[in-house]
């Protein structure tokens, strides 16, 4: 996302916003708020609050558009494909997580 294009980054904060609030993670919307009065304003995010990549992460990882497609969904306990699987679990939500497997960085996403 190009740091310019402001309208596209609060549009894409209040579809975060509008997840997380649906998921009743209401300390994550006050981070996102802190995050929009930022962009808003013109500044840039001071080190500590979230900045443009880690709300496109939370857009991936809650499958807001355009990144609903962004990893991609298998069934709960997968283990990865690769000759030497280490999986593990890089974040969690309601409703579902993130995993990882640290022997060839394959992502995808855990839901229900």
Do not use: F, Q
Request: with cysteine.
């Amino acid at each position: 996302m190009l740091a310019e294009d402001v309208g596209a980054r609060l549009a894409l904060a209040k579809r975060v916003g509008l997840a997380l609030r649906r998921l009743g993670m209401l300390k994550h919307v006050e981070h996102l708020r802190r995050y929009y009065m930022t962009v808003r304003a013109g500044r840039t995010p001071t080190r500590g609050e979230w900045d443009d990549d880690h709300v496109v992460e939370l857009a991936k990882i809650l499958r807001v558009p355009p990144y609903e497609g962004a990893y991609p969904v298998r069934p709960r306990m997968t283990k990865c494909a690769c000759p030497s699987p280490k999986t593990y679990t890089s974040a969690v939500w309601p409703g579902g997580c993130k995993s990882t497997c640290s022997n060839c960085h394959d992502v995808w996403l855990e839901l229900g």
